[in-house]
């Protein structure tokens, strides 16, 4: 069964300070992973998204990391600011060609509370 | 460009009632989904449309959801009758052609509370 799991599932950080937010899944074939953030009330935004050949990609205060030889990635977020407070979903897709490929399996999320 | 619109943003209704969404994605997107995101988690495909054609939807309880795109632009999403397990925000996306890495745009979602 595909699964994306993610850790830590809620984190407090001071404005300023750096965090990682972590990232394992079981898709299989694997095509693509994706952080997405969602502010409250809102839908989730694309931040990254990288191919099972890339081993990083940034956005800005936004590092994701990928290791498909582990299944793992993690997202960086450096110097955090008030409006860094979201949640913060992991997001796989599968290998495939035709429309139907692109199901996407999503993670519960990480929400993030950066305090001043 | 304009994002994917949704209404309501909010309802509230009783168990046993019934209630429709609405959603008008970016235009030219051929491919529209609609998620359902309870608390805490991440969201679950309900259903997915390539135009006005279903290509997925396996996961639509159909015995009390339906969904249509009639004419391949915007959709609508509803439950009969409403349980309180339905409580949750319901998020409409589309993407260009639904092809493999395309990015979803997300809308705001509409909240539902079940009673």
């Known amino acids: 069964k595909n699964q994306v799991e993610q850790s830590p599932q809620s984190l407090i950080i001071l404005e300023g300070k750096n965090c990682t937010l972590q990232?394992?899944?079981?898709?299989?074939?694997?095509?693509?992973l994706r952080w997405y953030k969602q502010d409250t009330g809102r839908g989730p935004v694309s931040l990254t998204i990288?191919?099972?050949?890339?081993n990083t990609k940034s956005n800005g205060r936004y590092t994701a990391t990928l290791d498909a030889d582990t299944k793992q990635s993690s997202l960086h977020i450096t110097a955090s600011q008030l409006s860094d407070s979201a949640s913060y979903i992991c997001?796989?897709?599968?290998?495939?060609?035709?429309?139907?490929?692109?199901?996407?399996?999503f993670g519960g999320g990480t929400r993030v509370l950066v305090k001043p | 460009e304009a994002g994917v619109a949704q209404s309501p943003r909010y309802k509230i209704i009783e168990k046993r009632q019934s209630v429709a969404f609405w959603c008008n994605p970016i235009s030219g997107h051929a491919t529209l989904y609609w998620y359902q995101q309870i608390l805490g988690q991440g969201p679950k495909l309900l259903i997915q449309?390539?135009?006005?054609?279903?290509?997925?939807d396996s996961q639509l309880p159909k015995d009390r959801f339906s969904a249509e795109r009639l004419k391949g632009v915007d959709s609508t999403l509803k439950i009969q009758p409403a349980k309180l397990e339905d409580s949750a925000v319901y998020l409409c996306?589309?993407?260009?052609?639904?092809?493999?890495?395309?990015?979803?745009?997300f809308g705001p979602g509409t909240r539902l509370l079940v009673l």
């Open positions: 449309f390539q135009n006005n054609g279903v290509v997925d």
């Open positions: 990232c394992n899944y079981t898709v299989s074939p694997f095509s693509n």
């Open positions: 990288m191919t099972f050949s890339e």
């Open positions: 997001v796989v897709g599968p290998w495939g060609i035709k429309a139907a490929g692109n199901k996407l399996t």
């Open positions: 996306a589309s993407s260009l052609w639904g092809r493999v890495g395309e990015t979803q745009y």
